[in-house]
């Protein structure tokens, strides 16, 4: 079956530690995004990528970094740099102007 | 800058009743409004999608009108089913120069009682 897959379900961070969030698509989509929940607000984008090797900051970019080396995979590393990184991050992919897949997200903790 | 609103927060309502969940947008210049279903820690699925040409779009039990020119639209959902109960969110393509990008709402949370 075609979907988006994200992983771990679950992570959990150490101060000072980057982590890298995965996710991986089968659907042939261009574009793929990463968004952050924070618990009562709506989704907002961190990154978006509308095709290999090209990638543009969404509206909360610092403290996060991203690469698109393949069309299939879009990984998401949160920096030390993220001074608040505790959230639901949820990663999409589509065809341009179509709508966006979701996967079923990654809940990040500090410990 | 696009800012999407949806009131209530929260609504909890008997088992069969028809409801109307409502979002708002400040920038009519959208390439389509969609609405998506959430399950409580899982990601986003797509209800419907109305494109700005669109006035409404019906699926099943559900029917989602778009007035793009006062900023507004609605999710009614008819004979409401505990299985209903989620948080429902709106979000609104704008374009943006081949960068099109979806600016969401902070969703409904919906609960239905049997």
């Known amino acids: 079956d075609g979907g988006i897959t994200q992983s771990p379900k679950y992570l959990f961070r150490k101060e000072g530690q980057n982590v890298t969030l995965s996710c991986e698509q089968n659907?042939?989509?261009?574009?793929m995004y990463w968004y952050r929940q924070d618990p009562g607000q709506g989704l907002r984008l961190i990154y978006y990528?509308?095709?290999?090797?090209?990638?543009q900051k969404g509206d909360i970019a610092e403290g996060y970094s991203v690469s698109r080396e393949k069309k299939e995979s879009f990984p998401l590393t949160v920096t030390s740099a993220q001074k608040n990184p505790t959230a639901f991050y949820l990663c999409?992919?589509?065809?341009?102007?179509?709508?966006?897949?979701f996967g079923d997200g990654t809940r990040l903790s500090i410990l | 800058k696009q800012e999407v609103t949806q009131i209530p927060a929260a609504l909890s309502v008997p088992e069969g009743e028809n409801l109307v969940l409502n979002c708002s947008f400040t920038?009519?210049?959208?390439?389509?409004l969609q609405w998506f279903r959430q399950d409580p820690g899982k990601g986003l699925t797509s209800l419907l999608l109305?494109?700005?040409?669109?006035r409404e779009q019906t699926s099943g039990r559900l029917n989602a009108s778009l007035d793009k020119s006062s900023g507004r639209s609605t999710l009614y959902i008819a004979a409401s089913q505990p299985g209903d109960s989620a948080t429902y969110l709106c979000?609104?393509?704008?374009?943006?120069?081949?960068?099109?990008?979806?600016?969401f709402g902070t969703g409904t949370r919906l609960t239905i009682i049997p």
């Open positions: 999409a992919s589509s065809w341009r102007g179509q709508p966006q897949h």
């Open positions: 659907l042939n989509h261009d574009a």
């Open positions: 990528s509308q095709i290999v090797n090209d990638f």
């Open positions: 920038d009519s210049a959208i390439y389509n």
């Open positions: 109305i494109q700005s040409s669109q």
């Open positions: 979000a609104v393509l704008h374009p943006n120069f081949g960068n099109e990008k979806l600016t």
